[in-house]
């Protein structure tokens, strides 16, 4: 029998690696001191936030200068959106989303437009992309910002960024990229993308949780987030946390080395697990696009079915995945994003991600295809809906 659970939901966060909690644990016990201090114990602190600050900005292509470390990526999100809509709003006070954006985008686009912002949320197509031409015929003199997320947290779709990008480079609009799924994941760079903001979250690329980095494109003008001390060039006050930078700054360290060598490996478990689930479960249907998709992601609809009734299922048999994104775990409303595909609500409520990650085995995939289709079939002569 395996041992421990086998975690297939690397989208919603990842298990910290052992040399980023090795490096982490040095700063909550030995150096413990301020960064903003000036005697020693504080500069060791200050000189180690500046070592991973390079280490965010080498695996993204950006100058360590571009870099601001934030509470994470919804606060990433939240400071682009808010901070470039503050400091523009003389300028005009349109912004563009699109529909499939993570809460922390959406919400506040939405908390925005309740306070004298316009917003256009573009649609997706069924595979769940977004057509750079309708961003450009979205765009107007007023528009000051346009954010889209590089790859879709429930779907895996891969958006066309740097179609979309030079777009707005011809007309001048800020791009914001929430790139949380892809950094340390999947290779990127700011300039390829040809993005001005780009955020990043420390717990999805196996460092730890609460703290993550945003990028800002030298000249771009941008509101403060926190006001209070002059930490991060005065634009993000707040004690540093120190064990979480340096987390962090070790989970890109260790990503720009290593990643490029996972992804294959991924890819092929993923292509197991897929053609495991289609060969031996019928009426199921791929969410997102066939290709440009996150090599780690399987999402599926399964028709007759609940997707919380299969995760509890799985969870029995200590399978972790998810329904829709965690976020919206625990609520009934279906995924905001299968439904932006176009899915029927009772389509995308069967619906089911699984994502996987570096320290996934074969044997744990032919685990899984092993126990789920009983738990489909046994959940569907239940059901009062499925007809075979
Ligand atoms: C997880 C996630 C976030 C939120 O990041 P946190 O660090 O958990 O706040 C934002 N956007 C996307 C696409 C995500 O997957």
Redesign the pocket.
């Given at each position: 029998m395996l041992k421990g659970v086998i975690y297939l939901d690397h989208?919603?966060?990842t298990p910290v690696h052992p040399l980023v909690r090795r490096e982490m644990s040095l700063w909550f016990t030995d150096s413990y001191g301020n960064p903003s201090s000036m005697y020693s114990v504080g500069v060791e602190a200050k000189s180690a936030i500046e070592a991973a600050r390079k280490q965010v900005a080498a695996l993204i292509g950006a100058a360590p200068e571009e870099i601001y470390f934030t509470?994470?990526?919804?606060?990433?999100?939240n400071w682009a959106l808010r901070g470039i809509a503050y400091a523009s709003e003389k300028k005009g006070k349109h912004i563009i989303i699109s529909s499939i954006?993570?809460?922390?985008?959406l919400d506040t686009a939405e908390w925005l437009g309740r306070h004298g912002f316009e917003i256009t949320r573009l649609p997706v197509d069924g595979t769940g992309l977004v057509d750079p031409d309708d961003v450009r015929k979205a765009l107007r003199p007023d528009t000051i910002l346009v954010s889209i997320?590089h790859?879709?947290?429930e779907v895996g779709t891969i958006e066309p960024i740097p179609e979309i990008g030079r777009i707005l480079r011809e007309r001048g609009v800020p791009f914001h990229v929430?790139?949380?799924?892809t950094v340390g994941n999947y290779p990127l760079s700011v300039n390829e993308l040809g993005c001005d903001l780009l955020?990043v979250?420390?717990?999805?690329l196996y460092g730890p949780?609460?703290?993550?980095a945003l990028y800002i494109r030298k000249g771009i003008r941008i509101d403060k987030y926190m006001t209070g001390g002059g930490q991060e060039s005065n634009k993000r006050a707040g004690t540093y946390n120190v064990p979480g930078i340096v987390g962090l700054g070790k989970a890109c360290e260790i990503a720009l080395e290593e990643m490029p060598a996972h992804i294959e490996p991924i890819r092929k478990l993923r292509e197991k697990l897929r053609e495991g689930i289609f060969s031996r479960i019928a009426d199921v249907r791929l969410n997102g696009h066939p290709e440009r998709r996150l090599p780690n992601n399987l999402s599926v609809c399964v028709q007759g079915i609940e997707g919380e009734s299969m995760l509890l299922c799985l969870d029995m048999n200590r399978v972790c995945v998810s329904s829709g994104?965690?976020?919206t775990t625990g609520s009934l409303e279906p995924s905001h994003v299968l439904i932006a595909m176009g899915l029927p609500p009772e389509v995308a409520h069967g619906s089911l991600r699984f994502t996987l990650g570096r320290d996934n085995t074969e044997e744990q995939i032919n685990y899984v295809l092993e126990v789920f289709p009983t738990i489909v079939k046994r959940l569907r002569d239940m059901s009062p809906t499925y007809r075979k």
């Open positions: 989208a919603a966060t509470s994470g990526g919804t606060e990433s999100d954006e993570h809460h922390a985008v997320m790859a879709n947290n929430d790139a949380v799924q955020s979250s420390a717990h999805k949780k609460g703290i993550g994104s965690a976020c």
